[in-house]
């Protein structure tokens, strides 16, 4: 069991270098026993880097990572059996089937409750009896996601999880995420699907060149007061118009539909909004928060364009009747 009063996941300084570039520099996270917590940035942030450094598959330029109060690079087999992970590049081939690959990999990862691989299979829809080979990108990694998550671990480290699924499948795949975590497991997601993190991450570091430029919960990474608003009203265009050309409705527009009046814009204060609508008829309102993916375009835009990835870093797991992977099910 992880070691007392020791976050599941913890990082210090850590960084990673390829040559004369900076995957990774001074990251420092922490993580909560039962949290789910999303990983959000362009191609080349430093997710996978991140990840693989967390697990051992890569090792740091500096500084320290401890994962279920361990290090990673001490903890052997027996810290991997404690973690689900599912890389973000499926290497999935032979002619085993789905059903003898999840049981192989059963054999790595540690004991598998009876009857929990059918009961995955049905909620994300995989035939247990086709052919790994004979798969389909969102099948493959279906089978990616049910060994991840088969053996309960204490941490699922989840890279790019819903890709290639179908919109049904990523629904399920979410109530998994939340199950565990109401269990007690902690999963780290890293997801370029913003909605997504959006709606199951409870917080969330965004990547940008390597730097951690953002941490907070989806609340806290709204940057601006900024509301988009639209208004619909039974009321005169001229005495609306008159109402709004003041400085704090500025940005609002006023304009007619069908016989009605609409106001629509940003606004910084929804309480400014409210008191000028005050005395009119209003048939419709519409306030909408900012989107997560506009206030993540805003710190790239303010960070600079993201860098090209300096290496190609790939997550491979082949089976075949003979062997099972040794990346994924390690």
Do not use: C, W
Request: aromatic fraction near 2%.
């Amino acid at each position: 069991m992880t070691s007392i009063g020791a976050p599941p996941l913890a990082t210090h300084a850590l960084s990673k270098r390829f040559g004369s570039v900076a995957a990774l520099s001074v990251l420092d996270l922490q993580l909560n026993r039962g949290e789910v917590f999303g990983l959000i940035g362009p191609n080349g942030a430093g997710k996978t880097t991140t990840m693989r450094l967390l697990l051992d598959i890569i090792r740091p330029s500096s500084g320290t990572v401890t994962v279920l109060g361990v290090d990673p690079r001490s903890g052997g087999a027996a810290l991997r059996r404690r973690v689900g992970y599912l890389p973000g590049e499926l290497r999935l081939e032979g002619r085993i089937t789905a059903r003898t690959a999840l049981e192989q990999f059963a054999r790595i990862s540690g004991p598998v409750v009876s009857g929990t691989i059918d009961r995955l299979a049905e909620r994300l829809g995989l035939d247990l009896r086709r052919r790994v080979g004979q798969l389909s990108k969102g099948n493959k990694q279906k089978l990616g996601i049910i060994q991840a998550f088969m053996h309960q671990p204490e941490l699922l480290v989840l890279d790019e999880p819903t890709s290639g699924l179908d919109p049904l499948v990523q629904q399920e795949f979410l109530s998994l995420v939340t199950e565990a975590s109401t269990a007690g497991q902690t999963v780290l997601l890293s997801s370029h699907v913003l909605s997504e993190v959006e709606r199951a991450a409870d917080r969330v570091a965004v990547l940008h060149q390597g730097r951690l430029v953002r941490l907070g919960t989806i609340g806290e990474l709204r940057l601006d007061r900024h509301r988009r608003v639209r208004a619909v009203l039974n009321a005169p265009h001229e005495e609306v118009r008159d109402r709004f050309n003041g400085p704090a409705t500025a940005t609002l527009k006023v304009s007619t539909s069908d016989g009605d009046t609409v106001v629509e814009g940003q606004v910084d204060d929804v309480d400014t909004l409210v008191k000028a609508l005050a005395g009119f008829e209003l048939r419709d309102l519409v306030v909408l928060e900012p989107a997560l993916e506009d206030t993540i375009l805003a710190l790239y835009r303010h960070n600079g364009p993201p860098r090209a990835e300096p290496v190609k870093e790939t997550s491979a797991a082949t089976t075949s009747d003979e062997s099972s992977g040794k990346e994924l099910g390690s």
